[in-house]
């Protein structure tokens, strides 16, 4: 493979000299690791599923309890969400600090680990009690001393991509992680911005080249979320699968038992039923690939 083609935003010499820790030693290196009894690694397809939001307590323990018996490994929501606009109902900012004992409660009552976001670095402590893996969304992608200051926790860390960063933009703020001594990072591709003129389709696009793009340069998992990145939900089934196809570690679904009244973006989220069928089909073709579909059983 040629490092030096000029139309790539980065290039693996690049890396190993500006960015060290991020960059793959060999073309075989690929990080392996284990989370809350999750292996993750080239041969591991990882699925994380739950609502946008952790909008209730009986909802996330309902979500808790179908997409575990399902088969998700980790539990997903937000309780401290980013909103585009500030005009919501007061629900959206009281889940907060009960969303994070929302979802302590369904981790233990259904033995599933708990991935949630952290946006300011006074919540820190509190949710990485609770949490098995941080989320750092994308809005907070380049906010280096947030970055540090979660990294410093030790915990393991998913670092979302911002749908305006190029590949090195996105290894470069990893590489300010792994600076700290946390190896435990796990990249998600969410969809990137389109120009307007190009939002026929929608808002992001799926940017499925990054994928193997990024396995080229670096050893760390990655994890793609067709949800965040359609923006709609009868393209949540094709993107999943292309995403398999492309090679990720894992996979980030919002499922929500009733998605049309889901608290934020209703138009995403897949159903149970849809949720089953998908992760049945994700495992066709990880098998194909050579990739093993882990239950956390
Ligand atoms: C999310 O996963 O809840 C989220 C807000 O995603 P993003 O940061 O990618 O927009
Ligand atoms: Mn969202």
Redesign the pocket.
Known sequence: MDNKFPGKDVTLSDLKEKFPLVAKKNKNHFSSFRIAGVDFGPKNLVTFAGP??VESEKLIMDVAKNVKKIGANFL???AF??LTFPYRSKKYYETRERGIEWLAKAKEKYNIPIIT?IMEEKYIELVSEVTDII???????QNYPFLTACAKTNKPIML????GASLRDWLGAAEYILYEGNEKVIL?E??VSVPHTHRSTSRFLLDLQVIPAAKELTHLPIVA?P??ATFWRPWVRSMTLASVAAGVDGI?L?VHPDPENSA?DPLQPINYKEFNTLIKEMNLISNKINKKRIYFE
Do not use: A
Not at 135 to 141: F, K
């Open positions: 946008n939001m997903r929501g937000g969400k980013p976001e989320q750092i969304g994308s809005r907070n992608m979302k991509r911002h749908y998600c969410r969809g979320d949800s965040h980030m919002e934020v």
